[in-house]
């Protein structure tokens, strides 16, 4: 009986532990793909709304240093980081005839999210 007392069973963990352990790891694994995923999509929302606030503003800001813009609806594609970019603006004249409203849509080409902008223009035609 001494003998038997003195045969202690191996160290290390057992099967059932590993088991636990191994589904823990997958589902932190899990999660932190779900999170990273969602972080390159967020990514990629705010880096598409940043170049079409660029393009949207540029286009207004050349309207304004025009002698006399255009009265109606243009649309024409812009390429700008290696991607092309839809761009539709349309302009009337304002409440005040000394001014024109221009609205301005720009979304990616094939995209039906586009980032809006208006602004007023100074009417030269008047």
Known sequence: MADRRR?????GFTLLEIMVALAIFSTLAAAVLS?????????????????????????LNELRLQSAATIGR?????????RDWLLRQHIRVAS????????????????????RLSGWIVNRHE
């Open 7 to 11: 045969l202690s069973p191996m160290g």
């Open 35 to 59: 999170a990273s995923q969602y972080v390159v999509t967020q990514t990629r929302a705010v880096d598409e709304r940043l170049f079409a606030a660029w393009l949207a503003d540029n286009q």
């Open 74 to 82: 243009e649309q024409r594609v812009l390429r700008m980081d290696r």
């Open 96 to 115: 005040d005839p000394r001014l024109l409203n221009v609205d301005i849509e720009v979304s990616l080409a094939g995209n039906e999210h586009a980032y």
